[in-house]
Every structure is written in structure tokens, then in C-alpha cells.
């Protein structure tokens, strides 16, 4: 178990040591909380929750209720669970999922993960495609990665922006849905619509 502070917010979390960042809130996570800030309209997903860091403190910021945890571990979500009762927040809804496998909900304003990074892209590739998905319209992904390049032209491809910050040696993405369709699927049709024929009068 350990204490941190977290934007003005005392957080307690319990852990296991087979889970990720065991004794202290990951420098990544951290990074990536920087640059988030959180309002009362938000609905937030937490991708990848892990023992719960972000989602927690986003539920203490912008309620419970309007948050979602989810992670393919079953420790994870349990451990998960536990703290969110620790740190007073027990009505945060957490499940297990695998990416958004089993999630109804949608229309998030914003989604937040730091995604695994020490396996091939297929996990941060659904994590993307299917989260910009589940944003409503202007609302954001936020990812943290020790990798640019291809997190970097994956989002382009998608989003079609996105904003990086490099802090302590982590690269922090974010991605505002600006349209209901995939960046590359938009510019596709685009090419394939031929110019309208202008008439003879």
C-alpha cells in the first residue's frame, strides 16, 4: 500500500506485485495526468485501468458516476474495486473487458490509457480505432508511450490532429474527434468523388 497526491487529491492504493507499477504511481501515468484537465460536464473512460490511478482520481474530480474503468485483468479490476472503496469513491463502475469488447457505453468526452507498449500494436491499434469510436464529437483520446513515430501517423490516420508532449521521457498524445469518420476513410472518398461537371449554358 502506498499514499500519493495527485493534483490536490490524497490518494491510498493497494496493489500486487504482479501488477503493473507495484510501488508507486508509474512516472508515464503521471506525465500523462499532467496535461489532463478534468471538467464537471465529463464523461471519462479509463482504458486499461490497471489498480485504478486514473480512473479514481477522475471520479474524485468529476464524480463516480461519470466514469468508467475497464481492463482485460481480472486482478486489475478486483484491486481496482478495492481501491475505489479505499479512496471513497465505491460507485465508480469497473468491469473487466478486453479494449471495449463488452462496453455499451459511449459518448465520452474523454478516454484515457497508458496502453501497453512492450507488445506488438495490435492492443493500442484497437485501443485507437475503437475509442474514437466511443467519443462524442470534440472529445479527446489522451495516450502515454515511450514510442512517437508510429502512435504518431496511426493517430493522424484516425483523428487526423494530434497534439504531443514530450515530459520525462514519455511521449503524451491527444486526439480531438473532430468528424464521425475516420481521417483516412474521409480522404479516400474525397479522392474517389469525382469533381461536379460544370453545366453549359
Not at 159 to 187: L, Q, R, T, W
Request: proline share 4%; with cysteine.
Amino acid at each position: 500500500m502506498f499514499k500519493t497526491t495527485i493534483k490536490d487529491f490524497e490518494l491510498t492504493f493497494e496493489t500486487a506485485d504482479e501488477l503493473f507499477s507495484p510501488n508507486a504511481v508509474d512516472r508515464g501515468t503521471l506525465a500523462l495526468l499532467s496535461v489532463i484537465e478534468f471538467d464537471e460536464e465529463d464523461q471519462i473512460c479509463d482504458l486499461g485501468c490497471g489498480y485504478g490511478v486514473v480512473g479514481i482520481l477522475a471520479a474524485k474530480a468529476v464524480g463516480p458516476e461519470n466514469v468508467l474503468m475497464i481492463d482485460n485483468d481480472k486482478m486489475a479490476v478486483e484491486m481496482a474495486k478495492k481501491n475505489a472503496r479505499l479512496n471513497g469513491v465505491p460507485d465508480v463502475k469497473i468491469m473487466v473487458s478486453d479494449g471495449f469488447t463488452t462496453v455499451e457505453e459511449h459518448g465520452f468526452s474523454k478516454i484515457i490509457s497508458n496502453p501497453p507498449y512492450h507488445v506488438d500494436f495490435s492492443v493500442p491499434k484497437a485501443f485507437i480505432e475503437k475509442g474514437f469510436n466511443r467519443l462524442r464529437l470534440e472529445g479527446a483520446l489522451y495516450l502515454v508511450t515511450k514510442r512517437k513515430t508510429w502512435y504518431e501517423k496511426k493517430l493522424r490516420s484516425i483523428f487526423g490532429n494530434v497534439a504531443i508532449s514530450e515530459i520525462d521521457g514519455y511521449y503524451i498524445f491527444k486526439a480531438i474527434k473532430k468528424s464521425p469518420h475516420y481521417a483516412s476513410k474521409a480522404k479516400k472518398e474525397k479522392i474517389k468523388t469525382p469533381p461536379k461537371k460544370r453545366k453549359r449554358r
